[in-house]
T-cell receptor
Framework: RKEVEQDPGPFNVPEGATVAFNCTYSNSASQSFFWYRQDCRKEPKLLMSVYSSGNEDGRFTAQLNRASQYISLLIRDSKLSDSATYLCVVKTGAGNKLTFGGGTRVLVKP | DTAVSQTPKYLVTQMGNDKSIKCEQNLGHDTMYWYKQDSKKFLKIMFSYNNKELIINETVPNRFSPKSPDKAHLNLHINSLELGDSAVYFC???????????FGQGTRLTVV
């Protein structure tokens, strides 16, 4: 089983709609959780950290469920510019090792 | 002012050759990394250095040798390149155990 698993998609989303997707992680000792965004042929960039109580950043809402070992990302009022691959990232153990999921591709269409 | 810069951006080479990829960060971070992103888009950590010391060394063939002359630089040398080494290699840096890793633009390596 992969350490961090994501539905690869693509999620085809009409502009203005809401889309949500999850990521599961296998190591219950994982400490920190993040969503990164990667555009085609570009480097990954931090979108947001995920906190235990859930957190929001504009149109983006992240949730963490430690009991079921998953995190989620919800995008409201999708924009064309939200089209990207969203990478679930888990930090476990020392050395600041970030383990990446395979990414969920989101395509927002007019 | 590029925060994490790596060169070259593209590298096409023949099997069996030796090549190097250079990485520099001007963020003052003390931790640097090399990640490999394969054709299936999985990003896997290869190495992590903190203040020039090797911290993480994942299961990587010993043909791959990182070198960190100072905390702002982490270079990757690859010996005897194989077809399976074709991938995008990303350098990244972070401050200690901070949450955010800043990535370079990637080096697209193609071995023919």
């Amino acid at each position: 089983r992969k350490e961090v698993e994501q539905d690869p998609g693509p999620f085809n989303v009409p502009e203005g709609a809401t889309v949500a997707f999850n990521c599961t992680y296998s190591n219950s000792a994982s400490q920190s959780f993040f969503w990164y965004r990667q555009d085609c042929r570009k480097e990954p960039k931090l979108l947001m950290s995920v906190y235990s109580s859930g957190n929001e950043d504009g149109r983006f809402t992240a949730q963490l469920n430690r009991a079921s070992q998953y995190i989620s990302l919800l995008i409201r009022d999708s924009k064309l510019s939200d089209s990207a691959t969203y990478l679930c990232v888990v930090k476990t153990g020392a050395g600041n090792k970030l383990t990446f999921g395979g990414g969920t591709r989101v395509l927002v269409k007019p | 002012d590029t925060a994490v810069s790596q060169t070259p951006k593209y590298l096409v080479t023949q099997m069996g050759n030796d090549k190097s990829i250079k990485c520099e960060q001007n963020l003052g971070h003390d931790t640097m990394y090399w990640y490999k992103q394969d054709s299936k888009k999985f990003l896997k950590i290869m190495f992590s250095y903190n203040n020039k010391e090797l911290i993480i060394n994942e299961t990587v063939p010993n043909r791959f040798s990182p070198k960190s002359p100072d905390k702002a630089h982490l270079n990757l040398h690859i010996n005897s390149l194989e077809l399976g080494d074709s991938a995008v290699y990303f350098c990244a840096s972070s401050q200690g155990e901070g949450p955010e890793a800043f990535f370079g633009q990637g080096t697209r390596l193609t071995v023919v």
